[in-house]
């Protein structure tokens, strides 16, 4: 089955610095086509890491490498690569979960 996750979040771009929605294909979970989104429990595992994956940004095509912070199995941040790679993920705290569910609900 050629099933995935998809990561779905909005990052500004390192290169032109516009900001531009992301959807990142993932077949690290259960891939049952959920989607997933900043307050998401995505790890059943609880585990901490951060979840790397390069993008074209759409306006200047320049590729951003990104890291999705997973804290205690939740989605809790969307950073760059570098910044990742000083960041202890263990100092990150959690968030409201469904944080943003809960603004594209209010925007409605
Ligand atoms: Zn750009």
Redesign the pocket.
């Known amino acids: 089955m050629g099933l995935f996750d998809t990561f779905r979040g909005s990052y500004k771009?390192?290169?032109?610095?516009?900001i531009?929605d992301f959807q990142e294909q993932t077949k690290d979970y259960e891939n049952l086509l959920k989607d997933f989104y900043l307050g998401d429990y995505v790890d059943k595992g609880h585990r901490n890491y951060f979840y790397d994956f390069e993008y074209e940004?759409p306006?200047?095509?320049?590729v951003?490498n990104i890291s999705i912070a997973i804290r205690r199995g939740q989605f809790v941040d969307v950073i760059s690569t570098e910044t990742a790679e000083t960041t202890n993920i263990l100092e990150l705290y959690n968030i409201k979960e469904g944080h943003q569910r809960n603004q594209n609900y209010e925007n409605k």
């Open positions: 771009c390192d290169s032109c610095k516009e531009f940004c306006k200047c095509k320049s951003n």
